[in-house]
């Protein structure tokens, strides 16, 4: 199983970004999804999950700017974030909780995807 994290980059403040991470591999079934980040010097942090069912969690750093969706037959958890700010600068993880076929699931994690907003 492996979790591909990608669409981060430069970006100026106020501006706006997607992220997707895509699962694959052998995944039976894909139960909550992810993205956490870590800014330079700092421990990595929740930034908001979403269940299979579509119930949705978020730090209260993303509410109001960032939404988190899937699509669940393309197995795949998006970030979308608006009104970007400086202090948003980080490597941004995914994670899934993947059943990879009959032996219970596990947590699986992307390998990151750096998003530099500029002032």
């Known amino acids: 199983v492996q979790l591909q994290a990608s669409g981060g980059g430069l970006v100026q403040a106020g501006g706006s970004l997607t992220l997707s991470c895509v699962a694959s591999?052998?995944?039976?079934?894909?139960?909550?999804m992810g993205w956490y980040r870590q800014a330079p010097g700092k421990q990595r942090e929740l930034v908001a999950t979403?269940?299979?069912?579509?119930?949705?969690n978020y730090a209260d750093s993303a509410k109001v700017r960032f939404t988190i969706s899937r699509d669940n037959t393309k197995k795949t958890v998006y970030l979308q974030m608006n009104s970007l700010k400086p202090e948003d600068t980080a490597v941004y993880y995914c994670?899934?909780?993947?059943?990879?076929?009959?032996?219970?699931?596990?947590?699986?994690w992307g390998q990151g995807t750096l998003v530099t907003v500029s002032s």
């Open positions: 979403i269940s299979s069912g579509g119930s949705t």
């Open positions: 994670n899934a909780d993947i059943d990879a076929g009959g032996l219970g699931s596990s947590l699986y």
């Open positions: 591999g052998r995944v039976f079934e894909v139960n909550s």
